[in-house]
């Protein structure tokens, strides 16, 4: 099959962010089937152009890059202009580009364009990939306030799901809102993957001034803004110099628009329990996530986030690290379920401090949980099992 894939966000493990077109599209082009992604150059990536529209190739998948910059930083106004730059010049793909399968990867609802041009002018097998429930979760939010935009929002989300022939949400909990809401009955779940043979590696600890192999953390990674809930972090390093627990570090890595307030903060009341290393790739991230006690997985108190599918819970169970998160969906159920993992309130910089203390000083709550960990990963969540899982869906909607 040829296969071409509208997302904005493509990166590899050098990058900063999630890697779920990247290793399923390379198990695809392994069984045989031409891969085309149409990106753009998000800041957490590790793609770079030159050119306006550069060609370039990862493992055998063709990416079309798009030079048009995308970072959480920018405003509102500009991150809309980019989102529909990057619909206008993917479109030229939908229509002149032969493909079997047309996959779009939603969010931005904007990118479910280019998908919709390809079915209207090739009556194309058209799916559409849900990685955030768009419009719905921006609105939830506030980034989306405007109510002529939310009606062209809700315009373009219900013709997506109208005219999509397979609908793939990355949780149980989308899978269902969709079909609950659009009665789209042609709709799978497959969640994010653990990358085992990255995160389940063996690795050396880098030396640096602010961590060693021997310290005590919790760590988290991804995007430092307001749906994370990242106030919360520094208040519980906060809280933990307050009782006297300062050698259990708070540790982040990456970055967003909330991220130079949070390190002001702990700045200027010298919290050196609370450590901040910067954007760094997958890659190199490994090591701080296995040594860590446990991985943050924070998000706002919201309905539509409860179907979430972070990127670091599937990594924090591939390294074989206890989760702490804040949801009360599909995650809380399987966490508790599994006992991987603890769902907080998310509220109470106690509450998180003291579960910490708790882990720090519970070496065997802490190893039970890990194996738990690893064996989840393994079982529910392999990339090759889930990218099989995918492809089949593909294929049979090609027949």
């Given at each position: 099959m040829k296969i071409l894939i509208f997302y904005q966000y493509f990166t590899t493990p050098k990058g900063s962010w999630g890697t779920r077109i990247y290793e399923f599209a390379k198990e695809w082009v392994k069984e045989g089937h031409e891969v085309t992604v149409v990106t753009s150059i998000y800041s957490k990536s590790?793609?770079?152009?030159?050119?306006?529209?550069?060609?370039?190739?990862?493992?055998?998948?063709?990416?079309?890059?798009?030079?048009?910059?995308?970072?959480?930083?920018?405003?509102?106004?500009?991150?809309?202009?980019?989102?529909?730059?990057?619909?206008?010049?993917?479109?030229?793909?939908?229509?002149f580009m032969r493909s079997d399968i047309v996959i779009a990867s939603s969010g931005p609802i904007t990118v479910g364009i280019p998908g919709l041009i390809s079915n209207f002018f090739k009556n194309g097998k058209f799916v559409y990939e849900v990685r955030d429930l768009w419009p719905e979760v921006a609105i939830e939010l506030g980034v989306i306030k405007n109510n002529t935009i939310k009606k062209i929002a809700f315009y373009i989300e219900k013709k997506l799901y109208k005219k999509a022939k397979l609908v793939v949400g990355l949780s149980p909990g989308m899978r269902d809102f969709v079909i609950n809401n659009f009665k789209h009955t042609n709709t799978i779940s497959v969640t994010n993957a653990s990358n085992i043979n990255l995160f389940g590696s063996e690795y050396e600890f880098p030396k640096n001034d602010f961590l060693s192999k021997e310290t005590t953390y919790a760590i988290y990674t991804g995007n430092i803004g307001r749906v994370n809930n990242s106030y919360w972090l520094v208040n519980t390093a906060r809280y933990l110099k307050k009782i006297g627990r300062e050698d259990i570090k708070i540790v982040l890595a990456g970055d967003g628009q909330q991220r130079e307030e949070i390190c002001e903060i702990a700045r200027s009341e010298d919290l050196d329990n609370f450590i901040y290393l910067g954007l760094i790739s997958k890659e190199k991230l490994v090591p701080y996530i296995k040594n860590a006690i446990a991985s943050l997985v924070p998000l706002e108190a919201n309905l539509v986030l409860d179907t979430s599918s972070p990127n670091k819970l599937?990594?924090?169970?591939?390294?074989?690290?206890p989760v702490i998160q804040t949801t009360n969906g599909w995650i809380k159920e399987y966490l508790d379920k599994n006992r991987v993992g603890f769902t907080l309130s998310g509220t109470s910089e106690s509450e998180l401090g003291n579960l910490l203390v708790e882990l720090s000083d519970n070496g065997e709550l802490i190893y039970e949980y890990s194996k738990n960990a690893t064996n989840c990963a393994a079982r529910d969540f392999d990339q090759k099992v889930l990218a099989k899982k995918y492809l089949d869906a593909l294929k049979k909607l090609h027949e």
């Open positions: 590790d793609l770079q152009a030159k050119k306006l529209i550069e060609t370039q190739y990862f493992e055998g998948i063709k990416v079309e890059v798009v030079n048009v910059k995308i970072d959480n930083k920018q405003p509102i106004l500009k991150r809309v202009f980019t989102f529909v730059y990057y619909a206008i010049i993917s479109s030229w793909y939908a229509i599937f990594e924090s169970l591939a390294a074989g690290v």
